[in-house]
T-cell receptor, first 110, second 116 residues
């Protein structure tokens, strides 16, 4: 069955420290993964997608098919990174159906 | 350049009441999704429209839930005889995507439904 797991509900790090938000997936097809972010009192928005191999706001994520993981990383956390982060998996159906993980709340301590 | 809008933003309903939640997608967006987000959870897929066609309603939790998009733009999610377990944030998202093309989903602010 297709599934996205994020083992940490809450993660606290100090400003300037590295941060890693974990995401694992279960999918029989070729995975396409995303990270969405929701800042306080804002709507859910796309942060990055693995096919773009991009770095957004200093965040990167590498797809590891062997470990079925797509962890989100940033070398130096900033206070403005505090938010809810959701890992998401695209299912290769006839349309772009996406399933979301339960989310990790990141708190960056000044 | 308005984004996706949803109304009402908050709705309190007594158990057994019917509610209707509205979504205005970004103009020209073919795809429209509804999600249910319970407290402390990620968004859970409810249903998908491509223009006016409802192509997937596999996520609707019961026959009390009904969605429509009659003219391929505005969509309404209706919940009949609301129950306490229906309390959640209902998110709408739209995208340019047609069949099997990956585009970003743009989310609305959500409607927080509380059933008392």
């Amino acid at each position: 069955a297709q599934r996205v797991t994020q083992p940490e509900k809450l993660l606290s790090v100090f400003k300037g420290a590295p941060v890693e938000l974990k995401c694992n997936y279960s999918y029989s097809g070729s995975p396409e993964l995303f990270w969405y972010v929701q800042y306080s009192r804002q709507r859910l928005q796309l942060l990055l997608r693995h096919i773009s191999r991009e770095s957004i706001k200093g965040f990167t994520a590498d797809l590891n098919k062997g470990e079925t993981s797509f962890h989100l990383k940033k070398p130096f956390a900033q206070e403005e990174d505090s938010a809810m982060y959701y890992c998401a998996l695209l299912l290769k159906t006839s349309y772009d159906k996406v399933i979301f993980g339960p989310g990790t709340s990141l708190s960056v301590i000044p | 350049g308005a984004g996706v809008s949803q109304s009402p933003r908050y709705k309190v309903a007594k158990r057994g009441q019917d509610v209707a939640l509205r979504c205005d997608p970004i103009s020209g967006h073919v795809s429209l999704f509804w999600y249910q987000q319970a407290l402390g959870q990620g968004p859970e897929f409810l249903t998908y429209f491509q223009n006016e066609a409802q192509l997937d309603k596999s996520g609707l939790p019961s026959d009390r839930f009904f969605a429509e998009r009659p003219e391929g733009s505005v969509s309404t999610l209706k919940i009949q005889r609301t129950q306490q377990e229906d309390s959640a944030v209902y998110l709408c998202a739209s995208s340019l995507a047609g069949l099997a093309i990956t585009y970003e989903q743009y989310f609305g602010p959500g409607t927080r439904l509380t059933v008392t």
